[in-house]
Each structure stands twice: as C-alpha cells, then as structure tokens.
C-alpha cells in the first residue's frame, strides 16, 4: 500500500507541476511578475502604439479591464496548486482541511489542488 501512495502522489505532484508551469505561461502573456510581492503578478497596460482616436484608446482599455479577473482567477489557482504540492511534500496531501478524511481520489482527479471533501465542500459553498 506505501508503494501504490507514493505512485499516487508522485502522479498528483507531476499534474500539479505541468499545470503550474501552464498557468505561468498564460500569466507571462500579458503579466510581469511582481518581485516584491511572492506569488503575485501585475497585468500589463496593452500597447497598441499611439493611438490615433478614442476608440483605439478604449480598446486598450477594455482590453486590461478584461485581463484583470482573469488575472486574478490565474494567480488564486497558481496558489492553491503551490498549497497542494507543499502538502505533497509534507505528507499531508489528499486530506480534507475540515474533517480530516481523505478526499475521493476522483475528486483529485478532477481537482488535484482540492483541500475539501465534496461533503465538507458542499457545507461551505
């Protein structure tokens, strides 16, 4: 049983990495990482040059409205995935935050960053 938890976590730890490194790609498109600030990165004003009219301008400006929740959402999701491979390397990962039962691995599989059971999920939703 030890040998088939290690497989299952070191399968869980690559999923976790390929993801992390997904989602740094996706934020290094329109972001630059803070370096005063650990795990947080600032959304970039997009640059269409000069731009000629009004309407160029508010383009830009939708544009870094629209990329700020996805920002955000991006860096939420980067820091739970740091969360669950700290809990990897503590030993702790596939355990419910609230109740302290292990978490369906089918719930893993969907979500590799949970820290709830569905049960204690659906409670605090």
């Known amino acids: 049983m030890e040998k088939s938890n290690a497989n299952y976590k070191l399968r869980f730890k ?10 740094e790609k996706q934020l290094a ?9 650990k795990g947080d ?6 640059d269409f040059g000069t731009p000629q009219n009004s309407d160029e ?8 409205e ?7 959402t991006l860096e939420s999701k ?9 809990k990897i390397e503590k030993g702790k990962y596939g355990v419910c935050e609230k ?5 369906d691995p089918k719930r893993l599989e969907t979500k590799p960053e949970a820290k709830y ?5 659906t409670k605090t939703s």
């Not at 990165?41 to 997009?46: A, G, I, K, L």
């Open 14 to 23: 690559k999923l976790l990495e390929k993801q992390k490194v997904d989602i």
């Open 29 to 37: 498109a329109f972001t630059k990482k803070d370096t005063n600030l």
């Open 41 to 46: 990165y600032d959304t970039q004003f997009p």
């Open 57 to 64: 301008l508010a383009q830009e400006v939708s544009l870094y």
């Open 66 to 72: 629209n990329r700020l929740p996805v920002e955000f």
């Open 78 to 86: 980067l820091q739970e995935i740091g969360t669950a491979l700290e």
């Open 99 to 103: 109740c302290g039962k292990a978490i």
């Open 117 to 121: 059971c569905v049960k204690c999920k």
